[in-house]
Every structure is written in C-alpha cells, then in structure tokens.
C-alpha cells in the first residue's frame, strides 16, 4: 500500500510542467555556474578551480537556498492539494490511514524537491565538459567532490525545507501561509548573510544559516588556493553543529507534522451571524436605481476597486506578516550596523535612509512578486470573474485598479519604512532628522524604480496561464533585471529595465546630476505606460481567456484613441531611447563591459611600449583652475617646466589629456613642439585621450622647454558627468590636467589575459633595477616640482589646494586664492571647492623637535561637526608621535577637507581630502572599550602618517613599493594609535580588520601572491599584512629598536632625489637593527610566505598553592609552515631539507578567559624559544591561573588561534 | 428583443452548442434540459462571457459580439456557480458590485442595496461576510446581485438550486412579476420551475434546440399518447427495448412507466393506461426526439 501511493504521489510531482520546469533550471544553473568564471561563487581561474572541492561544495550549499521557492509550491501541490482543489471533503473520507495519506505525501513532496536540487549538483558536473571553460580554470574530476556535499547539505537541506512547509502546510491550511514562510526563510537567510560581515559570534554565524553555507564559510575561513581546490567540507565543528541542529530540526518537524494533522475541516468562525434570520413570503418588488456610464462612473469604479484590492491586501494575514518581517528586517539591519559593525557609524539621515532602503529593497521585492499574483488572481480565485465580467464595468477601472493597488501597498511599505527610519534615528538621538533627505533618497532613489518593477511584474502576469506560474516568471524577470543584466559582457543601460539612475545621495551635495534620471524616467516611463495600453488590449475579461482567445479578439479592443495612446508612447520610448542611444554611444564614449576590456587590449598593443618610453620631466607647475559650481564646469590654465633628464634627446612626448571630448582641449602646446595630426595611428592615439608632439628639433638632454594648457571641464550631460560639483568638487591634477606619463589600463587580471591572448603581464620592474629607481611612484613624469596655483569658484564657496595659501580675494565676482608650495612636493596635487565650515587649530612644537608649528584646520559640512574636535586630536597626537619618532614634519599646515560620495580619505602634501562617509560620520565608540575601534582617529592618524612615507620618503616604482608609503605609514598610525589609545585598543584593530583583510584578501587574489617585500598593488600585503608584520617585529625586537631602524631609513632616503628606495633598503635597515637571532623572523616576515600553526596539545597540569606558588605545565604544539606563491600550499618546514624550526613564541598565562580582555591583562608573560614540533613546558607562577594562551599578542602570522588557548581544569 | 442566429461554441471535440437560433421577447423563458446539455454555454455566451464560434447574438439590433457593452448594460446575471471575496459583508459587497454596475449615486444605491437584501431575506445577516454564508443564502445573494441596477434582461442560471421551497417560491414569484417589462432567461433541469412559471421554453439536449414553445403546446404534442402502468423493478429494461419510454417512477409497489405510443401497447405489455401527459413527458418526449 504504502508503496503504491508513494509512487502514486512522485509521479504526480513528475508529471507536473513545473517540476520538469525546475529540474532543467536548476541543471543549466550548474553547469553554468561551474563553466563560466564570472558567475562562479569563489573567484575562481587558474588557482582557484571551477571544479575544487570547496567551490563545488559551497555552490552546493548556497543552492539548496533555492529549495525555499520551490519547495513551497510542491508543498501546496502535494501536500495541501485537497484543499486547493477543494477536495478535501472527498479525500479525507477516504478508507486509506491518515498516517499512510500523509508520510506518503511528505515523502513524496521531498523526494520532488531533493530531485530538483540534485539537478542542480548534476549540471555541475555536466558543466566541467562545457568547451568554453578554460582548461587552465579545470582541476582533476572527482566524483567524490559532488557527492560529499550532496549529502552533507542537500540531503538534510530538502528534508528541512519540505519539512517546514508541510508543518506550515498542515497546520495552518492555509496555502498564502506557506508562501509566506518561504519569504520569511529567505529573509532570514538574507539576515543570515548579513552576520557574516559583522562581528557576531561565530557559532550565532554558524547556526544562523539553515542551509549550511554560512557554517562552511566559517569552516573553510582563510584557505588558500591549494586548499579550497583539494579538501572537502569539514564534517565536524561549524558544518556539523549546524547540520546537527537543522537536520534534527528537520526530522522533529516532521514527527510533530505527523502528530499534529488531524482530518476533516478546519470551523470557520461566524463572529456577526447574532440576528435570526425572518422569514418574510411577501412578493418581491424590484427597487429602481439610476445607472449610467460616463467617465465619472468608470472613475468611480476604478476608486471602489481600488479600495478592494488596496485594502482587501494590505488587511490581509500574509501582507500584515510580510510587512512584519520587513520592519524585522530593518531592525536587525540598524541593529548589526550600529551595534555589531566592527566600524560603526553615526546614524545620519543619508545613511539611516539608505539602511531603510537597503533593508526593504529585497523584502520589496517579495512582496512585488507575491501580491501581483493574489491581486492580478484575486476575482479568479474568489470566483468572481463571471458576475464581474459580465457586469458593465470598463476594463480599464478593473485593471487600472489592480496596478494602482500594487503601486500602492509599495509605497505603504515605503512609509512605514521611512517613519520607521526617521523613529529610530530621534531615538539615537545623536543626529538631528531632516526630512527632507529622507523623502528625496526615496522619491529618486526608489520610488519610479519600483513602480516600473511593478509595472513590468503586472505586464508579465497578462501571458501567464496561472498565479503560480505568474509568480514565477515575475521572479525571473526581477532577478534578470536587477541582477543578471549586470553580468552581460553586452549590458547597455537602455537594456536595464528600472534602472532610473540617480546616483548616490551626498549630504553635501544631494544628487549629483539628474539628467540621465530624467532621461531615463522618460525612457522607461513611456515604455511602462506603453505596457499599460497593451495590458488593457490584452485584459482578461470573460471565461475564455487564454492567451490566444485574448489575441483573437484584440482587433476589437484596439480602438483608435487607443492606439493614438499606444503611438505616442511608443514614440517617445523610441525617441528617447535613440535620443539616450545616440548620447552614450555617439556623442560620448560609453562602452559595454566586453568592449571595455576589448579595448584595454587594444590599447596594451598600442601604447603598452610607451610605457617605458623615456619621457621628460616636469620641474614646475603653475597653474589657474577656475570652478564654476553653479554650472558644474571648469577652466583649468596652466604652465609646466619640462627638462630631459634623459640620456639621450627626445624625438617625441605623448601627452594624455584627461577630457572627454578634444573639443574641450582650449589649448595644448610645448615649446619646440608639434603636435602631429596625422599618421596611422594618430585617430587611435586620440580616441584614448592622446596627443602626439614631436620635437624638431630633438629635445636635448638638459635642455628645458614650457607646455602650456587651457582644458575646460563641461557642465554633466546625458551620458558623460561632471567632475565639478554643485558643492563639494574634488579633483586631482590626473584627472584635470595634461599628463607626461600615460597611465597604466593593462588588462590585470591573468584569466582575462589569458582569454585575450594578451601573455603573461610584465610584473613591476625588480627592486636592483636601476633605472627603475630614478623613477618615483606616483610616475615617471617628475620628481618633486614647484607648485603654484591659483583656484577661484563662486562666492560662498572656499577654493583649496595644496600649499601655503599666500592671498585671499575676489576676482570677476569669484572668490579666489593663491596658494604656493613653500618646498617641492610630489606631483600630485588636488583642487577643492565647497561651501564648507572651517575648525582651525594650532599644533605647538613644545618639544622643539619640529623648528616650527604647524597650523590644522578642517573644513566640513556644516551638518558634519560630530567629529571634527576628534579629528583635529588626532592630527595634533600624530604630530605628536610622528615628529618624535620620524623627525620634523615638512609643510607649515595640514588642512583636512571633507568631499562627497566616494570613501576614501588621501594624502596630499599637507592637505588630506576626505571622504564625507569616513572619519566624519563614523561614531568612534568609547575610548575606553577596548572592543570598540576609532576609525574617525585612526584614518586620520594614517593620512598624517602619509606626510612622513609617501612625501618625505618617497619610493622608487618597484617591486614592493607601496609598502614603503602605505606599509610604513600604517605602521605610523599603528603607533600613534596605541599611544593614544592603549595597546590593547590596537590589537583589537589588528584583528578586526588588518587580520582578516589579510588572510581574506589572499585567496579571493587571481594572481599568486608574492612575498611582502616584492608586493605590487594587492591592498591586502601593502596595508594589512605590512601592518600586521610591523606589529609582530616591533613586539619582537623592541619597538624603540624598530622604530629606530626606520627612523635611520627615513634620515637616509626621505626628501632626496633619484635613486629612490625601495624594500630592500628598508629591510636591511631592520635586518641592521635587529640581533642575530631576529634574523630568520625577518626572512619569514618579509621575503616568504609563512604561516606558524600554535596549539596547546593536552592538558594543562596545574600543581602547587598559593603559598609556594603553582606550577603550569603542558605541551606547546608548533609548526611553521612555507606557503607557495602560486596556489597558497604550504609546506611544514619539519619536511623541507635545510630548514628547522627555532622561533620565538610568547606564552600568556590568565585568571580569567583572555577572549574577555583580547589577550590583555595576563597574570604573566613568558617568551620562549621553540625547536620542536612538540615541546613540554613548565612555567611557576605566584598566582593562580586559569588559561593559557599561546601568542597572546598575535606577532606571528596564524591562520586559526582558537585552538591557541587552554582552559585549565584543576582537580 | 434578443435574437440568437445560429451560434456554436465548441471546446475541443465537445460541441456544446450546435446551431443554436432562438427569438426571445419581453417576458419569462425557461431553458430545460439535462446537465451537459448546453445550457450554462448558451447563457455565458449571452453574458457576453464567452464568444460563439459562428453566429451572432443581436440586442435590439445590435451585435454583443461586437457591441458588449450594450448587453452588459442592461443586464443582469446570475451564474451557476460564483464564490466571493472572503471577508466580506453582503453590504459591502453588494455595494461594491452596484458600483461596478454603474450605479454611482450614492443614496439611490445604499437603497437598493438596502431593499434588495431585505427583498433575499439577508436583512438580518448583512454584516456577516457572504464567504460564511450557508449554500442558500448565498444563492439568495447571487440573486440580489442580479438584480441591481434595474436590469432589462436578467440571465439566471438555475437560480432555485439550494434553495428550500420557501424561499424558491419567492424567488420565482419576483421572477414572474420582473418578467412584466423584462427578457427572463431562467435554465433548469426542474420542470415544475418552468411549468409554474414560463410562458416560453425551450428544450434543449446536447447543444440544440429540440422543441421550442409554450408549455401547453408541447404538452398538446403527445395529447393522447402517453399512457402509463405500474410493473415490477424487472419489467423495465424490456419494456425500455420494445417501447418508447418517457420515464419511470419509482413509487410503493413497483416502478410506474410511462410510454409515448399511438395507440395503447398490446402483448406481453398489455394493461397501460391513458393519461393526461405533463410537461416532464413533454420534456422527455422531446429530449430522447420521440416527436
Ligand atoms: N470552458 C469549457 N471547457 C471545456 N468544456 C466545456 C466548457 N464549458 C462547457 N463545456 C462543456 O460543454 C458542455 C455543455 O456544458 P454546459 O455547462 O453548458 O451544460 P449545462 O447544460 O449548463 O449543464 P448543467 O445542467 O450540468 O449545468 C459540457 O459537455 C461541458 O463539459
Ligand atoms: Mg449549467
């Protein structure tokens, strides 16, 4: 029997369109997931592999998440069918067990939903035969790889998912209900997906994510290359606590599922039927109403059915849940953000607002697609449509109505959301709420987006034969819109359904420029009105609906105003589209993602020699940049002094002009030159923004020549922005003035090399190459240069660049001033105009270490002054720190500049832009919290530190060249901060973020990762892993020696000429400073990969009394492993000839967990010398300990400390 | 003055309307025939629901094909089988579908809604949702619906099922007295319902119009040659192969048969006896095409 209705119910699943449907999608989803690298999950190519044992595995687990749709409409299908049919009477009276009706359907359901997503596992390993996937991304096929991770998560995955629904399913009978669980799961796994940023402890992490995808992450943390492709998911710790917890979830659910269904019906309630019903026989007389139907009337229907479905929804039990859990949402989102976030911010309007966004967007979503279904189905499903087809009522009142309410119950969300937004911000109470920020984030950011998504969702819903089906397509569509469009190498905005591009909002400065949001508004505007009329020619009206009978009749809908509706929108969805067309492609340079890349090989055949080309050099730059913020535009005049340091005499220079059209080059000359206007390659040369001069006569070596330049910098139009701003302009000489030395725009990535047949590409020049080193690292153009400028823009506006600012006044109604350089600085120099409030301060030699103080100041949004008394102490504590221990700092002032949109702070010579979304809005927690970390003062403290390495010490362009300006720089800070703030307070910064930026950084790196001294431009070594090395050396060798040593460096090298220095000096200035036995650390530090691995193996033994003091003893496990650059595979030093293990590792003893003080605090701390991979030790300490933990300050570089500590049982 | 010219509607291989021409005028027609037959079809199509095949429906001259709007005007409609939105008071809704149907004067309209459910006896019970309703009730509402905004031709698709014989008499008696200045199409497989009430009828079996009329003219067809017996459970099937049988009634003592014949059976089927033919032998003659 059993048997027999198990079969019975899986061919029911199978003979379904929509399981077949399903099964397919899933199939093509892995085999494209597996052989197209730009969707893989891992950043997958040559190290990573498409086919590696964690790739496999976490793509395994992440799609069992897509059991949460499906899954829910078999459920209903299988489990709830009776009642859908409304059957239930007939069924449940039937003479078969409730117990066998209902195992079989569970069964059944989940053998549906397992087949689905063992699909999926198949298409993954269809796709390692796909013939467009690089061999070079492929490693060994191992069936084992796929089958692991089906059991580990699939398996219990669908047991989960299937069991949830059928509880939902069977208990409450009510189908919405379902789907409603199934959004409410996919939000908490969103949720879960959110933790993973955030410091929330790792089991939470862990246990969070019912899929197991969350857990594997922690599992798999910070494995190399070598590691994701070879080992599989760990069955124990995170993994198996999570499958453990779900997986008995799971079966629990089922048993209680089983206990709990009971047969027959569920009582209605009939809460009004109190009066008794009389009886009248009297005849009936029928009453007389006038009818009549005008326009008004069709109004009034429209009205009246829009208050249905408006609040017939948003009344109803899954919209009052849904709506629920988006507030849920928000809450969690505010919560983490402000709360858990390792660098929490302040709670302003723009970014309270973009959380409410952020957080409701997707809910949104949901809820788009889920109530076009009810709403559209609404009438079919109560049973309604006859009586209210055949009734008079216009087509366009019913439909008009039903999309009206859709739009409606968005913008309900909307306000709750931003009420909910603007409460929690008067609860913070730290900011004060303007509105008016808030409602314009939403009208231009969100607002005409989801009213096309809903427009798009309802269009989709007149082709679809049913509500289920609707659902699924407007999911599609959606996740094609807002996602999948991004990931076509062909993408065009005018192929981007509701994208309605605003720009970010900047409290600053607001939106950028709303030309291209008005253009596309249009664009898209006219497209969904156009969808409007076809909806109301194609609207379902009557029994025979489908979609052929709809078209049959159409000829009798369309009518001729209606088609003169139709027309007109369709023409200006033409004429803009062509009219945006013809702007991007045309008239500007917009290009596809594939054309892009296309392109930079182009231009790598073109001008990849140049490169190396000598070039002259830029002595002086004078220069007069004229902003005009009203209209966004700029005029930038100018003069350089070239000289040919060269050898030999120069024939031509390539000049690279930063505008988007030559027509706003004004003027471009150089004495002795000429510019060359054709030749063969002259049209290509300019189309990458350069021109061609050659010298006739050669230009001599030594000789001297002017360049002179007018550019002009055009108010935003469709298509191509402004860099000038309304409030808050930032540009850099780069980006506004001429160029001697072309930039780099090499194709980087190797597995996109490789698909271009580009080669291998040519890595920084080695550090002993002397040539290299008579060039700096800002580029090949100059060595340091004077430097004058004269900026004016709009009154009420302060023009600012780098110097000493000499005058202050007006000129042709603009404020303007001069500024001068007061000693050569880099060539790199910035342009600022703002209406910005002004904090000045003076720093006081009190030491006499400088010869001179310095003046600060900061110039800010008047709104922004949370931090600028913070910021103003960290710059004088920088002072402070660095002028003692790096020497006089070089420039009279430092001024800070607050500028909109991007996130960054940079140094400029004694002038440091920052971001608005940085220092100035981040809340800086307690000082004396030793969890909390103070970005505010330590970005400030790094963009100091920059005027010591970076402009004092300024590095030859090299292998490992950033880590002379941002490595030392960090250790600046580093220094600086723990000063100010306690060593403690410093460690928790190493780890939050330095750490894990570090061993995160390595394995998402398409390329191999060179040792630290030869680092190029991976973030990861030049900032974190330098920081993290200072660190350790400087615990080791003493940071007085340390800093010394860098001291000695910066004597040596800073504010000299060619050559300039690069890691290796740096190196063998601490090689100098440190004893003999720091060497072999120095080694592992900075030229290889290593990796220590500490545990304590056992248990600790605890003898002794207070009296005579305690004796500790354990067993100290080490290992010291060498990575390989290419893949991350590391190598014990116990299995390599010629190496041994002798290192220095320092043990802390505690009385209370040290995870409680971050490794502070301890009762003793003790440094000894390992040879052996095992080593007993035996400590006497006077106090009684608890803990032991190895490396409590973190000086070696170890992937995983939680096996560093012991707690220790006494007996 | 609804005039149907030859309309057919098929679904697939079932023809469910074949040829179907009908003249109807002021006044109460009732559509008879068995499930299947074509009923719901004819009157969905007149509903302007669905749409024949072939043919053409005209209203006072003009095409509901092309012209719906006409129809659905002056119409209104009961169908067989209807639900409602779920929590949703026969007030409310009531008023929501008299908004639909044009009426937009807010007072004319909570009158009517008012006096129609008191006319269905749903008085007492209007603020309950209709969702909730017993079966009878809410036909009762569905006829309450029907009614509103006056409707000059009123399509009832077996308006009398489910309700008890009170409120069936009620309803009928409305009908009777709409049908003064009104096109009535009323279907049923329920004789008496037309019998009591239909000066016009039609008859219809697997999509065509097998006798059209007034009642007593369909009677007087078989005048005189409907002849009935009463015969044991087991005589029927042979009496069914030699003879034209109308029907048989299973009462106390046996199964009354009756036979459409022109003369009293003889033989082995002797003892029938001549009787006043009714409009269900009527209705049966007709269906099974003994006339
Ligand atoms: N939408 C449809 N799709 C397919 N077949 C249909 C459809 N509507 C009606 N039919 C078929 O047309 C035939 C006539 O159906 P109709 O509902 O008109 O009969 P009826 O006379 O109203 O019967 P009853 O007395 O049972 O209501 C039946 O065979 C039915 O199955
Ligand atoms: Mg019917």
């Known amino acids: ?68 749709f499906f899954g829910a409409v078999f459920v209903v299908g299988g489990v709830m069918r009776d009642q859908v049919h409304n059957f239930l009477e007939i069924t449940h009276s039937a003479p078969i067990k409730t117990s066998t009706m209902m195992i079989t359907r569970m069964v059944g359901v989940y053998i549906a939903v397992f087949l689905c997503l063992f699909a999926f596992v198949l298409g993954l390993a269809m796709g390692q035969y796909m013939p467009w996937l690089a061999t070079e991304s492929l490693g060994p096929k191992n069936l084992l790889y796929f089958l692991q991770p089906t059991l580990v998560f699939m398996v219990i995955n669908a047991l989960l998912v299937s069991g949830i629904y059928t509880a939902v399913a069977a208990i409450t009978r009510n189908k919405a209900l379902v789907y409603v669980t199934a959004i409410a799961l996919f939000l908490l796994y969103m949720v879960s997906g959110l933790m993973t940023t955030q410091s929330t402890p790792k089991w939470v992490m862990a246990l969070v994510d019912p899929f197991g995808a969350n857990a594997l992450a922690l599992a798999a943390e910070f494995w190399p290359a070598a590691e994701q492709n070879t080992r599989m998911s760990p069955l124990g710790g995170y993994v198996g606590l999570n499958r453990l917890v779900w997986g008995g979830f799971a079966i629990f659910l089922y048993l209680a599922t089983f206990k709990l269904f009971k047969r027959g019906l569920v009582a209605g309630k009939n809460k009004n039927a109190i009066e008794a019903e009389t009886l009248s026989t009297k005849a009936i007389t029928l009453p007389t109403a006038k009818t009549n139907y005008n326009t008004g009337s069709a109004v009034k229907a429209f009205w009246a ?17 849904l709506a629920g859990l988006c507030v849920v949402f928000f809450a969690l989102i505010v919560i983490i953000q402000l709360n858990f976030a390792p660098d929490p911010v302040l709670p302003t309007n723009a970014l309270l607002v973009g959380m409410v966004f952020g957080s409701l967007s997707l809910p949104t979503m949901l809820i788009i697609i889920f109530f076009s279904g009810e709403i559209i189905w609404r009438d079919k499903v109560a049973g309604m449509t006859e009586i209210i087809d055949a009734s008079p009522v216009r087509n366009w009142s019913l439909m008009a109505a039903k999309w009206a309410a859709l739009m409606a119950i968005v913008f309900t969300i909307f306000i709750v959301g931003l009420a909910f937004g603007m409460t929690a911000q008067v609860f913070m109470g730290d900011v004060p709420v303007n509105p008016l920020t808030h409602f314009k984030f939403t009208a231009f950011g969100f607002v005409p987006t989801f009213a096309l998504y809903c427009i798009l969702v309802l269009f989709v819903q007149n082709f679809m034969p049913n509500r289920i089906a609707g659902m699924v397509a407007s999911a599609a569509v959606l996740i094609f819109f807002v996602i999948g469009i991004n990931f076509l190498p062909f993408a065009h905005p005018l192929m981007d359904y509701g994208s309605v591009p605003a720009g970010s909002l900047s409290e600053l400065n607001g939106f950028a420029s709303l030309i291209g949001f008005k253009w596309f508004l249009l664009y898209w505007g006219s497209l969904a009105a156009l969808f409007a009329v076809l909806s109301i020619w194609l609207w379902r009206r009557g029994l025979q609906s489908s979609l ?27 004429g803009s589209g062509a009219y945006i067309y013809k702007s991007y492609n045309i008239d500007n340079n917009f290009r596809t993602a594939k054309q892009a890349e296309l392109r930079r090989g182009k231009w790598e055949k073109l001008l990849g020699d140049q490169l190396k080309a ?31 340091a060269n050898a030999e005499p120069l024939r031509e220079v390539y000049v690279s002009v930063p505008v988007s059209h030559k027509r706003e080059i004004l003027q471009l000359d150089i004495d002795g030159a000429k510019l060359v206007t054709d030749g063969e390659n002259i049209k290509d040369l300019e189309s990458f923004g350069i021109q061609l001069f050659k010298f006739d006569p050669a230009f001599m070596p030594g000789a001297k020549t002017t360049l002179s330049f007018e550019l002009v910098q055009s108010p935003p139009v469709l298509g191509d922005g402004s860099r000038i701003l309304r409030n808050g302009t930032f540009v850099d000489n780069f980006s506004s003035m001429p160029q001697l030395d072309i930039r780099d725009r090499r194709l980087t990535n190797p597995d996109k090399r490789r698909k271009y ?15 290299a080193r008579q060039s700096l690292f800002f580029g090949r153009s100059a060595d340091r240069v004077d430097f004058k400028a004269k900026v004016c823009t709009d009154i009420g506006q302060i023009p600012i660049a780098p110097g000493k600012m000499m005058r202050t006044y007006a000129e042709n109604g603009k404020a303007c001033r001069d500024y001068q350089a007061i000693n050569p600085i880099m060539n790199f120099f910035s342009f600022l105009s703002a209406d910005f409030e002004v904090v000045r301060s003076e720093w006081k030699d009190t030491k006499g270490l400088n010869g001179k103080d310095v003046d600060l ?10 931090n600028t008394e913070l910021m103003m102490q960290a710059m004088k504590d920088s002072l402070d720190t660095f002028t003692e221990i790096y020497g006089p700092y070089q420039y009279n002032q430092i001024r800070i500049m607050e500028f909109p949109y991007r996130s960054f702070a940079q140094a400029f010579a004694g002038t440091i832009p920052f971001s608005e979304n940085m220092g100035f809005v981040r809340d800086p927690g307690d000082p004396d919290d030793n969890k909390s970390v ?41 220094t600086a901060y723990e000063q100010k703030l306690g060593w403690q307070k410093a460690r928790r910064l190493l780890e939050q973020y330095t750490i894990q930026a570090y061993l995160t950084g390595r394995i998402v790196d398409r390329d191999d990762e060179p040792p630290l001294a030869k680092a190029e431009g991976q973030g990861y070594l030049n900032y974190n892993k330098a920081s993290w090395v200072f660190w350790g050396l400087k615990h080791n060798m003493g940071e007085e020696k340390m800093q010394a040593a860098i001291r000695g460096f910066l004597d040596e090298y800073g504010t000299k000429n060619a050559p300039y220095p690069t890691t290796i000096e740096l190196v063998n200035a601490l090689r100098a400073a440190a004893p003999e036995d720091m060497q072999g650390l120095i080694t592992d530090y900075w030229d290889r990969i290593v990796f220590w691995r500490m545990s304590v193996g056992g248990d600790v033994k605890l003898t002794g009394n207070e009296a005579d003091g305690y004796e500790v003893s354990f067993t100290a496990k080490v290992d010291k492993r060498i990575a390989s650059e290419a893949d991350g595979k590391e190598t014990s030093v116990t299995e390599i000839d010629g190496e041994s293990l002798n290192e220095w590792v320092e043990i802390g003893f505690y009385d209370q967990d040290p995870k409680d003080t971050l490794g502070g605090d301890w009762l003793k701390l003790e440094r000894v010398r390992i040879t052996k991979a095992e080593t007993e030790l035996s400590f006497t300490l006077k106090q009684k300990p608890t803990h032991v933990l190895l490396d409590p300050r973190r000086l070696l570089i170890e992937r995983n400390v939680t096996d560093n500590v012991k707690k220790i049982i006494t007996e | 003055m609804l005039s149907i010219n030859n309309i057919s509607k098929s679904f697939g291989k079932i023809d469910a309307l074949k040829n179907v021409s009908l003249d109807l005028d002021v006044g109460m027609f009732g559509l008879l025939g068995p499930n299947g037959a074509g009923k719901s079809t004819l009157m969905r199509t007149l509903a302007t629901l669905q749409l024949p095949d072939s043919g053409t429906v005209n209203l006072n001259g003009v095409n509901i094909a092309e012209n719906p709007d006409v129809m659905r005007r002056t119409l209104g409609y009961l169908p067989q089988d209807f639900g409602v939105y779920p929590r949703m008071s026969a007030v409310a809704l009531l008023d929501h579908l008299a908004i639909l149907q ?155 048969v009756s036979v459409l014949a022109d003369k009293a059976p003889t033989g082995s089927s002797a003892g029938f006896k001549k009787s006043a033919p009714d409009l269900e032998d009527a209705y049966f003659a007709h269906l099974n095409r003994f006339v």
């Open chain 1, 548 to 574: 052929r009978a709809r078209m049959k009749g159409l000829r009798k809908r369309i009518t001729v105003p209606s088609i003169a509706v139709a027309s007109l929108f369709l023409a200006s969805f033409a």
């Open chain 1, 614 to 644: 000598p070039i002259p050099k830029i002595r002086s730059v004078d220069v007069e940049m004229q902003f005009s913020p009203s209209q966004q535009s700029s005029v930038v005049k100018g003069t350089y002094i070239l000289e040919n």
């Open chain 1, 934 to 974: 103070d970005l505010a003062t330590y970005i400030t403290m790094h963009e100091v530190g920059h005027q010591w390495f970076g402009h004092q010490i300024v590095p030859a362009y090299t292998k490992g060249f950033n880590i002379l300006s941002e490595g030392l720089t960090e250790n600046a800070a580093m």
């Open chain 2, 102 to 256: 044009g009426i937009t004067d807010n007072d004319g309209r909570k009158t009517q809604v008012e006096s129609l459910l008191k006319e269905v006896n749903l008085w007492p019970k209007r603020y309950s949702a209709v969702s909730t309703y017993s079966g009878g009730q809410r036909q009762r509402f569905g006829v309450a619906q029907a009614l509103l905004g006056d409707p000059k031709v009123l399509i009832v698709d077996e308006p009398t099922a489910g309700l008890d014989p009170l409120e069936r008499q009620r309803f009928l008696n409305l009908l009777s007295e709409a049908a003064e200045d009104r096109i009535i199409i009323l279907s049923t497989h329920i004789v008496d319902d037309v019998r009591d009430l239909c000066l016009d009828m039609a008859i219809m079996g697997d999509g065509e119009i097998v006798a059209r009329g007034a009642p007593e003219d369909l009677i007087a067809k078989i005048d005189g040659k409907v002849w009935r017996k009463q015969v044991d459970k087991d005589e029927v099937e042979a009496l069914r192969e030699k003879h034209q049988v109308l029907k048989t009634q299973i009462q106390k003592g046996g199964v009354t």
């Open chain 1, 305 to 321: 059915r829009f208050k249905l479905e408006y609040l017939r929804t948003v009344k109803s039990i899954p919209f009052i849940i």
């Open chain 1, 757 to 771: 047949g580009l080669g291998e590409r040519e890595k920084a020049p080695d550090r002993t190459d002397m040539l």
């Open chain 1, 1 to 68: 029997m059993f048997g027999k209705l198990l079969a019975f119910e899986i061919k029911l699943h199978t003979s379904q369109i929509g399981f077949w449907v399903v099964v397919s999608i899933m199939f093509i989803l892995g085999a494209l997931f597996m052989s197209l690298d730009f969707l893989s999950m891992s950043a997958t190519g040559e190290r990573i592999k498409a086919n590696g044992a964690l790739t496999v595995a976490v793509m395994v687990s992440f799609f069992s998440m897509f059991s949460i």
């Open chain 1, 857 to 866: 100041a900061i110039y800010f949004h008047h709104e922004h002054a949370y």
